[in-house]
């Protein structure tokens, strides 16, 4: 008998009888940490690479790359944003790609050099070869690669979707620009077309026809520091590349009183997605506390609304007990996969009425997996999955 086996339950037991709350919901990995990489590739970008991989990770696993802010750090990102939470949850491996202040005084990743943001070529290149080194080390899934970052580090999110669509399943860009915007959308709205914008992205890899990233799009309406008229153009340029109307297929809202329209495939599926944080200023939002969907802590650009890690997770299709793993990019599907679980989509006051969840103290919860989903009104909407008698989960964006 290994005595060390017993030491969290036993730490536990002294907390609650010490009468301090232990949150479901703290990091299942306690002796996992932010590790540097010495060693990744040849690194053309001149970056530094850090990971969080939880202890006994398995192979197969997805893997994140989240994409600190300027001023930033990969420590920052790691400390605040929420993804070490999710990464033991889930069960996926996270990469924190850093800039040095010797590239840009500012510490921000460089969206707008020509040079790092092609296929092949400088800082683009360098995370490129982050995530080929955890493949291989940590045995993540090839398949089910996801990029995410805030403001420099958003805008280089778009970067690696477009400069490497055959390598990411999707992204998510916080407070960030379209691709090869230059410095100037920063600061103004520009008067290009949505074919206009997809073609800056078809650009960065001619003959590629697809299938393209799931792209979600974050941004606060109140945002001074990158104009949210970035988001809408973000918009543009991904519906244009995928093929579809800029006018949404679904609507709904989320905690934080943030507001998403949909834009489905073929199939059904949210192939962009953008939500906007209604009053939100310039940063990653984040909700801390120790519900599964909330997390961070805020600081300088991380700022109290919504979780959006847990939403960019959930979007990904992490969150479940069976994660979906997405399509080969070799072969795009032709009709949706089978779901044999029922899904609901509807207000929080319709799921109460249905049966599907209760209210309390004017909030909402699902039934069964007691999940929140906000306050209880017409006006929220969600997707709830049945998993068993009278047991529901958010499935916003994957039903």
């Known amino acids: 008998m290994n005595p060390r086996r017993y030491w969290p339950l036993l730490l536990a037991v002294v907390l609650a009888v010490a009468g ?11 002796a996992a940490t932010l590790t540097q990489v010495g060693s990744f590739g040849s690194n053309p970008g001149a970056l530094r690479m850090h990971a969080y991989v939880p202890d006994a990770l398995p ?13 930033q750090s990969a420590a920052d990102y790691y400390h605040r944003s929420g993804w070490p939470k999710y990464a033991d949850l889930y069960r996926a491996a996270v990469v924190f790609p850093e800039q040095t202040s010797a590239n840009n005084s500012l510490s921000c990743f460089n969206w707008f050099t020509a040079g790092d943001i092609g296929r092949g070529q400088g800082e683009a290149l360098s995370i490129k070869q982050m995530v080929d080194h955890a493949t291989r080390t940590y045995g993540s899934d090839p398949r089910r690669v996801y990029v995410t970052g805030l403001s420099a580090g958003g805008a280089m999110t778009a970067v690696m979707l477009a400069a490497y669509p055959d390598v990411f399943a999707a992204g998510a ?7 090869n915007c230059g410095t100037v959308c920063q600061y103004q709205a520009q008067s290009k077309t949505p074919a206009q914008w997809g073609a800056l992205v078809r650009a960065a890899n001619p003959g590629y026809t697809g299938p393209w990233p799931r792209v979600g799009i974050w941004h606060g309406t109140s945002d001074t520091t990158v104009v949210p008229a970035n988001a809408t153009e973000l918009r543009d340029q991904w519906t244009n590349v995928w093929g579809l109307p800029q ?5 709904g809202t989320l905690p934080g009183s943030t507001r998403v329209e949909h834009h489905h495939d073929s199939t059904g599926r949210p192939a962009v997605s953008l939500y906007r944080v209604q009053g939100m200023a310039h940063g990653t939002p984040v909700a801390p506390g120790s519900a599964e969907n909330q997390c961070g802590t805020t600081g300088p650009y991380f700022l109290n609304s919504i979780c959006s890690s847990y939403y960019i997770a959930q979007a990904w299709g992490l969150t479940g007990s069976s994660p979906s793993t997405p399509p080969s990019p070799s072969t795009p599907p032709s009709s949706p996969p089978p779901s044999p679980q029922p899904c609901f989509t509807a207000s929080n006051y319709a799921h109460t009425t249905a049966g599907r969840a209760r209210q309390s103290g004017g909030y909402t919860y699902a039934n069964g997996s007691d999940q929140p989903m906000g306050l209880w009104n017409t006006f929220t909407i969600h997707t709830l999955k049945q998993t068993g008698p009278n047991h529901y989960v958010l499935a916003d964006g994957q039903c």
């Open 20 to 30: 301090i709350a232990v949150s479901p919901f703290a990091p299942a990995n306690a």
């Open 59 to 71: 192979a197969g696993r997805p893997l994140i790359v989240a994409l600190h802010g300027c001023t």
């Open 173 to 179: 860009v916080v407070a960030g620009l379209p691709y």
């Open 247 to 251: 006018t949404a297929s679904a609507t």
